[in-house]
């Protein structure tokens, strides 16, 4: 019975025009910076997890049987694996800078009026740090 009446005030006036920001296109993430910091901060933090498991299992196997052990890490010394240690390189130092970002943002009282200044001098710390690792990396990987 609840649905038949309609209020006198509201019959005949149209809906309101919503003030949202339309979403942006090409992405699923609405924010910008934080959002983006957010998600590869997450992103790094799994991947260095689940390298420190293989790492601890493969560093035990040498208890187990040293000639797995030596077999394992033979496997290891790869381009493809060189190529690999490259983006472990890349996640650690993602990680940390953005981890002393968010340090600055929690514990520093101006740190979230400059949250995405940060996010970009991290970015650019990171390019930076990369820069003089993968090229001194890669001759070392591919010189064997």
Known sequence: MGGLFVSVQTAGTPPKASKKKPRPAGTLYRG??????????????????????????????????????????????????????????GAIVFHAFNGLRIILVDFWSKGTRYQKLMFWIVIGLWVITMLAFVPRHLTNVFSH
């Not at 000639?67 to 890490?73: F, H, P, R």
């Open 32 to 89: 910008n910076e934080g959002m983006w910091s957010w998600v590869f901060h997450r992103i790094t933090g799994v991947a260095i997890f689940f390298f420190l498991l293989v790492h601890v299992l493969d560093t035990a196997l040498v208890r187990v049987s040293p000639e797995a052990y030596d077999a394992v890490i033979g496997t290891y010394q790869t381009p493809i694996m060189g190529l690999g240690e490259v983006g472990l390189v």
